[in-house]
């Protein structure tokens, strides 16, 4: 087993669902890639065997991937195919609008016995490559069990620009900045990793991109060791993850390598 230089943390490596620790509810928030996790690890479960639905509660474009159901009602247990469900199409985008955060809790929690699997993208970045958030974001349902915040792992080591943030507006301290080791910890506690709402779910910190990024290693290297130096600071607060685990990698080719920090 490698181990990254100073301390006691074993790299692993494997898909994307087992990057997400195959759990039943999985959410992915953020940008840079995340449409693309949702597609990818769907795609996976179902290969496996498994029925998997796929939802969103915000809108999407429409999803070319899987069986589209359209319905305010829950998904039929019946339902044996992969899906996407949503409840409606904006007029204006023609992107599809997924359930409401309530509707989608209601419908995992009366669905305790199917084993079926569910995968929910839970909030929107137009595209770009890092996410802020506005009060209202993001939307996570209260039943799930891994989730996951998305981006682009090709921001590293470059100057952060505004046209690669969605709502550059809420995190303008980061604006201008080489991101590095530090910069992305400032982000990362100040993201919905932290937030006391969501302490009771596992989270995973992906770092993704489709491109040979070089660097990789020195990067999950140099945010062990920041981690490290803050590993106090984190500790004191009132609020944080039952279970946290930074990995990067690519994940539309399903190519992933993590390790945990607790």
């Known amino acids: 087993m490698n181990r990254l230089s100073g301390l006691n943390i074993g790299w692993k490596s494997g898909s994307l669902w087992d990057m997400a620790r195959r759990e039943q509810v999985i959410t992915f928030i953020g940008a840079g890639g995340k449409t ?7 795609q996976e479960i179902d290969s496996a065997g498994q ?3 796929a939802t969103t509660t915000t809108k999407v474009f429409p999803e070319q991937h899987f069986k589209a159901l359209k319905t305010i009602n829950p998904p039929p247990h019946t339902l044996a195919d992969a899906c996407f469900w949503y409840t409606q199409v904006e007029d204006e985008s023609g992107k599809w609008i997924g359930p409401s955060l309530k509707t989608v809790d209601d419908a995992i929690a009366a669905d305790p016995h199917s084993k079926r699997f569910w995968v929910i993208e839970g909030d929107g970045a137009r ?4 996410k802020c958030w506005a009060p209202h974001e993001p939307q996570i349902p209260e039943r799930t069990e891994c989730a996951v915040l998305v981006l682009d792992r090709g921001l590293w080591g470059n100057v952060l620009l505004a046209d690669q943030v969605h ?3 809420r995190c303008q301290n980061l604006l201008g900045h080489v991101w590095n080791a530090e910069k992305a910890w400032n982000y ?3 993201s919905p990793v932290f937030a006391p709402q969501y302490g009771h779910m596992a989270w ?3 770092l993704n991109s489709r491109e040979n990024v070089e660097n990789e290693a020195l990067m999950l290297l140099n945010l062990s060791h920041r981690w490290v130096e803050i590993r106090q600071d984190i500790n004191d607060l009132k609020s944080k993850p039952r279970h946290l685990r930074l990995a990067a990698g690519d994940a539309k080719e399903g190519e992933l390598r993590w390790f945990d920090l607790w």
């Open 36 to 42: 693309t996790c949702l597609q990818a690890i769907t």
């Open 188 to 190: 990362f506690m100040s």
């Open 127 to 130: 595209g770009r490559k890092l």
């Open 51 to 53: 029925r998997v639905i």
């Open 167 to 169: 709502r550059g507006e």
């Open 204 to 206: 995973v910190i992906l």
